[in-house]
């Protein structure tokens, strides 16, 4: 017991986290166009069921989890990779106004946090945090999204089931 | 589809339970277009190799759903305004979740009315999303 927890704060110092990762933090990544697609409108609002009237065929307007299918992540050379596997572990999303079809939206992404994170089902893990926002034609904020993703080891996994 | 308005909103009100059932092919209908970015979302294989114990349940979809749960409860006079979510366990698809909510608080804000909810992804009786939905609800005056 006592040679474990050894092993876990000698993992503690050394931090896989380096100053490369470090330096992805507050970079913005290229602002990129993105589409809000009556396609992706009409796919989701048909598999989630929504029956909202608003978001029907002919109304112009997309639902807010739209958000979803023009963000589906950032770009890999963006992400600071320190642990080999990863799982979205918090997200939000903030809607300033509704979506139109059709409209382009600028999206861009940046770091804005990596840190360590000792305990849980995996021993050691890596915190990384992206904000990302979308910008409508005329320069107003559309919406925003915080995601926080989990770098793991997945041979270290604990308890998975 | 039924609206609600501000002044009959209670603290402490449920929202009725939604089940939904993910599957491995769920994951493909939602994203569309050479996505999931996951392999693991799609390829019950995948996700045991990932540690899993099957294909993963994206966390996109589960908070698109409660985002559509909240919407559903709250009628198209409402709009959400924001969803906070934390996943806490991972689901796996094939085994069905139930969506439960209720009431944390109401007020006034700017002139705007706004509702915010506790929502929760269920499986086995157990939460696997945890979330706070931001909802501006309208009002009857």
Known sequence: ?161 | MTGRYFEDIKVDDELEPLERMPSEDTAIDFFGRGNPTNPAFADAEAGRRQGFGGALVPGLLKISWMAEYAGRWAGPEASVKSIRVAFRRPDIAGKPLVLAGRVVDKRQEDGRNVVELEVVTLADGQPSVRGNIQVEVPSRG
């Open chain 1, 1 to 161: 017991m006592l040679q474990t927890r050894r092993l876990e704060l000698s993992e503690v110092e050394k931090s896989l986290i380096t100053d490369e990762h470090r330096a992805t933090i507050g970079v913005k990544s290229e602002g990129r166009k993105v589409e809000i697609s009556a396609a992706d409108a009409s796919r989701m609002r048909d598999l989630l069921g929504d029956t909202d009237p608003r978001y029907q065929d002919g109304t112009g307007i997309a639902p807010p989890y739209v958000l979803a299918a023009i963000d589906p992540g950032i770009p890999r050379h963006m992400m600071p990779s320190v642990l080999p596997g990863g799982l979205l572990t918090q997200m939000e999303w903030k809607f300033h106004r509704p979506f139109r079809l059709g409209e382009q939206l600028l999206l861009e992404h940046s770091v804005i946090d990596i840190r360590d994170r000792l305990g849980g089902r995996y021993g050691y893990s890596v915190i990384v945090m992206i904000q990302s926002t979308y910008t409508g034609e005329d320069g107003d904020l559309v919406a925003e999204s915080l995601r926080t993703l989990t770098q793991f080891d997945p041979g270290k996994a604990r308890d998975n089931s």
